[in-house]
T-cell receptor
Framework: GQNIDQPTEMTATEGAIVQINCTYQ??????LFWYQQHAGEAPTFLSY????GLEEKGRFSSFLSRSKGYSYLLLKELQMKDSASYLC??????????????FGTGTQLKVEL | DSGVTQTPKHLITATGQRVTLRCSPR?????VYWYQQSLDQGLQFLIQ???????AKGNILERFSAQQFPDLHSELNLSSLELGDSALYFC?????????????FGPGTRLTVT
């Protein structure tokens, strides 16, 4: 089966650093994505990891350990606009060559003054 | 703006009815995905099409069907609608290859079944 776990909610202070963890157990693995979603809006792509290690992109970094089934998203210099839901998703190969994304339920991040 | 368009933005209909949701992928993207997002279920994968062919299927109900046309736009058909089908329906597209697998989401169609 597919299982992706993330904390439901987190709160952090403007200007601080926050780490959002994701653990997964999936039947297949072709990479892990992080998406940001503001309420009522479309998810927007943040990062993609397929190999172990850290990928850095501006204020956002994402880490993957395939052996541990673990990833985290690191947000630095938090801004109020970073208040959103952060979705971890595993790309899972499908018979016939397709892929599907299995999403976690998301971590609702609240940034406070 | 992701470059993926979806119509309509909002749809209100009655139980038992049938609706069609439309999606146009980003220019150059061959792959289209459909997702359902309801409050209690999170984002659920429904189906993937690649260049007109079905490639992957998730927990899509038999009352739902989709297709991708030669111009690569896609339609999701929902029939015999039930109250529980009320949700946000997202379409996403990707290049799906050449090391680029990220999916870009459209703004979604909010379906309300009354």
């Amino acid at each position: 089966g597919q299982n992706i776990d993330q904390p439901t909610e987190m709160t952090a202070t403007e200007g601080a650093i926050v780490q959002i963890n994701c653990t997964y157990q999936t039947s297949g693995f072709n990479g892990l994505f992080w998406y940001q979603q503001h309420a009522g809006e479309a998810p927007t792509f943040l990062s993609y990891n397929v190999l172990d290690g850290l990928e850095e992109k501006g204020r956002f970094s994402s880490f993957l350990s395939r052996s541990k089934g673990y990833s985290y998203l690191l947000l630095k210099e938090l801004q109020m606009k970073d208040s959103a839901s952060y979705l971890c998703a595993v790309r899972d190969p499908f018979e016939g060559g397709g892929n599907k994304l299995t999403f976690g339920t998301g971590t609702q991040l609240k940034v406070e003054l | 703006d992701s470059g993926v368009t979806q119509t309509p933005k909002h749809l209100i209909t009655a139980t038992g009815q049938r609706v069609t949701l439309r999606c146009s992928p980003r220019s150059g993207d061959l792959s289209v995905y459909w997702y359902q997002q309801s409050l209690d279920q999170g984002l659920q994968f429904l189906i993937q099409y690649y260049n007109g062919e079905e490639r992957a299927k998730g927990n899509i109900l038999e009352r739902f069907s989709a297709q991708q046309f030669p111009d690569l736009h896609s339609e999701l058909n929902l029939s015999s609608l039930e109250l529980g089908d009320s949700a946000l329906y997202f379409c996403a597209s990707s290049v799906e290859g050449q090391g680029s697998y990220e999916q870009y989401f459209g703004p979604g169609t909010r379906l309300t079944v009354t």
